[in-house]
T-cell receptor, first 114, second 110 residues
Framework: DTAVSQTPKYLVTQMGNDKSIKCEQNLGHDTMYWYKQDSKKFLKIMFSYNNKELIINETVPNRFSPKSPDKAHLNLHINSLELGDSAVYFC?????????????FGEGSWLTVV | GQQVMQIPQYQHVQEGEDFTTYCNSSTTLSNIQWYKQRPGGHPVFLIQLVKSGEVKKQKRLTFQFGEAKKNSSLHITATQTTDVGTYFCAADTGRRALTFGSGTRLQVQP
């Protein structure tokens, strides 16, 4: 069983469209994250939820809206997609949000905006 | 915000050569973690260092945490093609989420 699973793995879409990426973890963790990895491999935190509550909301355009229906799921919806949104989006989870906890990543969702 | 700087950005070695990547912070870290991302893959946890001056080994990999807990290094002895990937350090910079270094991409020539 995959610990952190996200869908779709690949997504090619046109500018201006709206798209969603879904994520589920079966590790029983309380905390989930969205990270964005750009073409230079830089990994940047976007959002973090702890037990369905938003605890980190980085400087991300408000076209990006996370939703956590329960602590095992964290979805990412993106409105009005732009070329610069092309990246790999990683969902991740950890037991709790405190320092020292290992982060488990999903396999990533490759988003290409054309 | 606080950053974790990592160097070099890229290294190309011949198989059998050693490799080292360094991670530096301007502030004292409570702990530091290292992750490896294979090409096309996702970051996978390697190890966590907590104590000042701590050294841990995993086969050919040696991880070190500085005495002042502001820097860390990962050293690979006698690289193999299976070591190819990007190595990230990551630390809690007080934001309740790991801040990742910029990564070091390792290429190993057979």
């Amino acid at each position: 069983d995959t610990a952190v699973s996200q869908t779709p793995k690949y997504l090619v879409t046109q500018m201006g469209n709206d798209k969603s990426i879904k994520c589920e973890q079966n590790l029983g963790h309380d905390t989930m994250y969205w990270y964005k990895q750009d073409s230079k491999k830089f990994l940047k935190i976007m959002f973090s939820y702890n037990n369905k509550e938003l605890i980190i909301n980085e400087t991300v355009p408000n076209r990006f809206s996370p939703k956590s229906p329960d602590k095992a799921h964290l979805n990412l919806h993106i409105n009005s997609l732009e070329l610069g949104d092309s990246a790999v989006y990683f969902c991740a989870s950890s037991q709790v949000p405190i320092s020292g906890n290992t982060i488990y990543f999903g396999e990533g969702s490759w988003l290409t905006v054309v | 915000g606080q950053q974790v700087m990592q160097i070099p950005q890229y290294q190309h070695v011949q198989e059998g050569e050693d490799f080292t990547t360094y991670c530096n912070s301007s502030t004292t870290l409570s702990n530091i973690q290292w992750y490896k991302q294979r090409p096309g893959g996702h970051p996978v946890f390697l190890i966590q260092l907590v104590k000042s001056g701590e050294v841990k080994k995993q086969k050919r990999l040696t991880f070190q945490f500085g005495e002042a807990k502001k820097n860390s290094s990962l050293h690979i002895t006698a690289t193999q093609t299976t070591d190819v990937g990007t190595y990230f350090c990551a630390a809690d910079t007080g934001r309740r989420a790991l801040t990742f270094g910029s990564g070091t991409r390792l290429q190993v020539q057979p």
